[in-house]
């Protein structure tokens, strides 16, 4: 079976810089409000992952080339690998205690990617706007979970718990006590 020919491209990758790319089998993703693709990269003899909004193909084309298969065989995968979490400002590394098959139900592809760990758990890179937001999302996946990296989302979520548990108060028979208050009230 011979493989069709497609035209190899140069893309602006940046101010000053430029790269050679196979585009076949391109990965495309919408992310938030950015898009992402996944060409081969010829000039660094890898895949790379760039935002669409920072490239732009330069005139003519270079020789033609076979398509590849993309790592693991998935384009869409191998670009959710790249950003699902590198695309956010703080990206993140999550182990969730449910299966990869459950959170699938649950998180969007767009919110990350999920790596399956054991029939019990599973791993998400994953990222956000900023930590708040980031923590606000982990709470609302409804699963106890472990934050592998970064190790600051885990201060911003122990902050979230704080504010979370004043605002639900005490549980019955305890003593309230607000910050800033001057008394105690037994409930």
């Keep these: 079976m011979t493989a069709t020919k ?4 140069r893309l602006e990758c940046g101010a000053a810089s430029s790269c050679g790319t196979d585009p076949g089998r391109v990965g495309c993703r919408r992310l938030s409000t950015r898009r992402a693709a996944s060409p081969r990269d010829t000039d660094r003899a890898d895949w790379r992952t760039f935002r669409a909004d920072r490239i732009q193909p330069r005139v003519p084309t ?43 139900r649950r998180i969007p592809s767009t919110a990350g990617l ?24 982990l709470g609302t996946l409804a699963v106890d979970f472990d934050v592998l990296d970064p190790p600051e989302l885990r201060a911003v979520i122990r902050d979230v718990a704080a504010r979370f548990a004043r605002a639900a108060g ?9 910050p800033g208050a001057d008394v105690a009230v037994e409930l």
Excluded at 6 to 9: A, I, T, V
Excluded at 170 to 178: L, T
């Design 6 to 9: 497609w035209p190899r491209l």
């Design 62 to 104: 270079g020789p033609r080339f076979a398509p590849r298969e993309p790592p693991g065989g998935d384009a869409v995968a191998h670009v959710l690998r790249g950003v699902g979490s590198a695309a956010w400002p703080h990206p993140a590394r999550v182990r969730l205690h449910a299966s990869a098959e459950a959170m699938a």
């Design 114 to 137: 999920l790596e399956a760990i054991d029939e019990r758990a599973c791993l998400l890179h994953t990222g956000g706007e900023s930590l708040g937001n980031l923590a606000a999302f």
């Design 170 to 178: 005490p549980a019955p028979g305890r003593v309230a006590v607000h």
